[in-house]
């Protein structure tokens, strides 16, 4: 009887202004990705699945990828039609915690067209449902690590509000307060925000807001794992769980309180290098400081 192959989860990469396509003779594509410090230990991969065009001559083009501003290793562009999916082992050391810059680079070459209007037609696109860094999951995360929770197939962070009822004005309020700061404490970049039953999976965080009277019996609450100490938020991965339980006033307090002071300038390479990037530019503290 064949045994079907386990294949290990990876961290995929955030989505950014560009997509995720490779175009023309040279292009690259730059991806910060954010990782505990338990996730940075022990053995990594680099996984692309792609797809490119049949006019992509794969003798003379190769994807690369690069970690950190290492490269970690190449291939061949040969996917005309069908995804083919690579994975590069990683070094250990390279990796760090917080956020490490992933880039993705192409050199592309036309099979038969040495025309300037022929570099249009080289692509290369990127799967992001199958593509990222192949490491442990993110454990119990705290406020220095909520950038850690992770997109979905398309790149955005979903963030699920728990709604079982029709909430008054004010509750609504401060769920839309509590969404607010988890984005901007989390740092976190093209969320995607629904209400409703509780997120399932690995990807994304389920925000539960209100006061103990409002939040008890909720359904599906129980199942998010135990409530916290009173006016406390916790967090959990995959999906993550925030909660609140105090009076109104108080929740609202807990929602707008644990805000970190952003960083005026990036202090590592890199960092510098992730937040240089298109996929992080808007959303970067660096940039927001500048701003």
Known sequence: MPVAATVAAARRFPAGFR????????????FPVFLTEAQARGTAKL??????????APEASELSGSVNGTKVGWTRIQAPGAVKVVELPIPEGLLKSGYNAVTLAASQRHRVDCSTEATYELWTQIDPSRSGLVVAQAGDLDLKTLAAIEPDESGALPIGVLLT???????????IGAVQALALVGRLAGPAVSFGPALTGRAGVTLVVGTAAEIRGTEGLEELGPSPARGSPCWRPGPAAPRSSS??????????GPSPSLPRRATTPARRRACASPSWRGVCPCAAARA
Do not use: F, K, N, Q
Not at 19 to 30: I, K, M, N, T
Not at 47 to 56: D, K, Q
Not at 247 to 256: G, I, K, L, Q, Y
């Open 19 to 30: 997509g995720y396509r490779l175009a023309g003779e040279e292009d690259a594509l730059h």
């Open 47 to 56: 996984r692309v699945s792609y797809l490119s065009a049949i006019s992509v």
């Open 165 to 175: 009822e029709r909430p008054s004005p004010e509750r609504l309020e401060r769920m």
């Open 247 to 256: 009076s109104p006033a108080r929740v609202r307090r807990t929602c707008a």
